[in-house]
Structure formats: C-alpha cells, structure tokens
C-alpha cells in the first residue's frame, strides 16, 4: 500500500462517546459494588471501545513507537497488548476522577514531590502574597489538582478548561457534589477575562491550564520537537504568563505502583520576554517544557491520554501491521 497522509480532527471537534445515563450508572455502579466486582464489565466496556476506535489505536501506537525510539527501550514498542492496556489505563483513570471529586483521595494517599519548594509559595499565596501558574498535562490525570488543592491548605485554585469538551462528564462530576476548583471556560480569552485573571492573582489565587493542547483556534500554537518528532503545543498558557507576568510551575499527578505521585516543578521565575523577542521566548519555553514532558512519559508511558493525531501528518499503517493490530 502507498502510503497516505491524513489530517485528523481537531481534538476539541471530537464528540463525546457514550450514552449520559449510562456514564451515571457507572458511576453509581462503582459506589455500590466497588471496582473489583465491577471490572470484569469494565474490560468489556473498554474492549468494545478499543475495537471500533481505529483512529485512537493507530495514534496511541505511534505514541507508543516514537517513545521506544526517542528512549532507545525496545521494551516499549507497542503491541496490540500494549495498546489495549493503554486504553485500559485510561477507563482506570476515569474511575479515579470520580474518586477524586468524591473526596475519596486524601492527603496519605499521595506523594508530593517537590525539589524545586514550590508548595512553600503556594501556602505563602494564601497569607498575602501574589498567586502563580500552575502548567498542567494530559499525562496521567489532571483532576488530582483537586488533591493539590488540599496539600496547598486550600488555596484557590481556578482550573482553565474547555469545559464543552467534557459536558457529560462534568455533570457527572457535578452530581458527585464536590465544587471545591473554580473551572472557567476558556476558548476565548479576551480583555475581560485577561483582567479577570490578573485580578485573581492579585488575590492570591493560582491558576492551572493544560500546556499541551492546541487551542480551539490553531492559530496559536508552537511547533517544537517532542518525542524526536516535530508536534504542535499551545502558545496561549505562555503568552497568558508572560502578559500576566507571573511565575509558572509544571505539575503533573501520575499513578505508580497504585498510588499517586505529584510531581511540582518551577519552571520561570518570572515569564517575560525582551522587546521583540516574544515569540522567540514562547518558542525556547514549549522546547523546554516539551523535554520535561518527555522524560515524565517514561515514568508512567501508558498515562498518555491524548488518543488524538498528536503529531501532524499522520501515516496510515502497512497491511502488515494493520493485520498485527489485529
């Protein structure tokens, strides 16, 4: 077969899959009979899906793929098992969201690890001083903010999501009665909201965004190399510091060994950039922050959540490994 070149979706044109109230019962499921009993219907759940989802498996292998080269570890090429583990980590990860924002996960259960002190100015925030950035990531699980919210003695933190991506689950999680993080909605940012937001640091308050999806509008964005390959991240969550002015810490929450690590890390002290260098800056800070992710993919390389074509074009398989998937 020659070989063709296919431009996905955006991530953000994707529907939600699934049926609402079968979500709820889920969820009401998993509070009853707990997930043990529940996970042989589980694996069900998550063959069905991984079966009819053809795009999402041929770009987790090519995840799979570039990390086993860019490491040098062969042991992480993928497979048709190591794909569907993958898939399997990620209904995993939907369970624990519902945990989470349950308030099931308490200070015990996680480990901060935080070389670089960022949590000493996250208590300082709350007694005067001015809040930070917090760059997020689709690796591992985003929601354990809620746990950082916690270790941080409750310091507000507002979340910046594209909250119309996610409707049912967010609803979900609104009936599990937890509101403890401020979601806004952010596919625009304008003025208004750029004063918001300052406004809310000058408070005290941090805030946390996704560093690497492109935004709705693709005007915005960064190429850099991630994983060997060229891919493009978002400019906004580093054009927001730089007009705001303010530092910006990396967090990450992966699961090993069945317990949850946050990983904090400072990234700038201060995001500014000299006269007529700003794009020349963003670009150096998406290359830095692009490495960082990298490495912290090797910690837990199945807590990849982004099963859409991250890294533009993308190749169709060979009939040979079209008939290994299967």
């Known amino acids: 077969m020659s070989e063709q070149v296919v431009q996905d979706r955006h991530w953000s044109a994707y529907k939600e899959r699934g049926s609402f109230v079968l979500m709820r019962l889920t969820a009401f499921s998993v509070r009853v ?26 770009n987790i292998r090519q995840y799979q793929t570039y990390l086993s080269e860019w490491s040098g570890n062969p042991a992480l090429k993928p497979t048709p098992g190591r794909v569907f583990q993958q898939f ?14 349950r308030g099931r996960l308490r200070f015990e259960q996680v480990q901060l690890i935080d070389p670089s002190g960022v949590r ?37 933190l507002n979340v910046l999501v594209h909250n119309r991506h996610v409707a049912q689950f967010n609803r979900l999680l609104g009936e599990a009665g937890d509101r403890s993080m401020r979601l806004i909605q952010v596919s625009e940012l304008d003025t208004a909201m750029m004063m918001d937001l300052s406004q809310r640091l000058e408070r005290g308050e941090w805030l946390a965004i996704a560093g690497d999806r492109v935004p709705l509008n693709d005007g915005r964005q960064v190429t850099v190399d991630f994983l060997g390959h060229t891919a493009a991240f978002p400019q906004g969550p580093w054009l927001m510091a730089g007009l705001l002015r303010c530092p910006v810490n ?13 990983y904090l890390d400072a990234f700038l002290e201060s995001a500014q950039w000299e006269r007529g260098r700003r794009d ?9 922050y692009a490495d960082h992710l990298a490495g912290q993919c090797l910690i837990a390389p199945q807590q990849w959540f982004n099963f859409y074509a991250y890294w533009q074009p993308v190749e169709l398989p060979s009939h040979k490994e079209t008939a290994d998937a299967h």
């Not at 020349?280 to 830095?288: C, D, K």
């Open 33 to 58: 009979f707990g997930r043990r009993l529940l996970a042989p219907v589980l694996y069900l759940i998550v063959l069905y899906f991984f079966a009819s989802a053809r795009t999402a498996r041929r």
């Open 88 to 101: 399997i980590a990620f209904a995993d990860n939907l369970l624990d969201r519902l945990d989470v924002w």
């Open 120 to 156: 000493p100015r996250l208590l300082r925030s709350r007694q005067g001083g001015r809040g930070e950035m917090l760059v997020v990531t689709h690796l591992g699980n985003p929601d354990v903010c809620r746990a950082m919210a916690e270790l941080s003695e409750q310091v507000p």
């Open 250 to 262: 990396l967090l990450c929450c992966l699961k090993v060994e069945g317990r949850y690590r946050i």
């Open 280 to 288: 020349a800056a963003i670009h150096e800070w998406v290359q830095r």
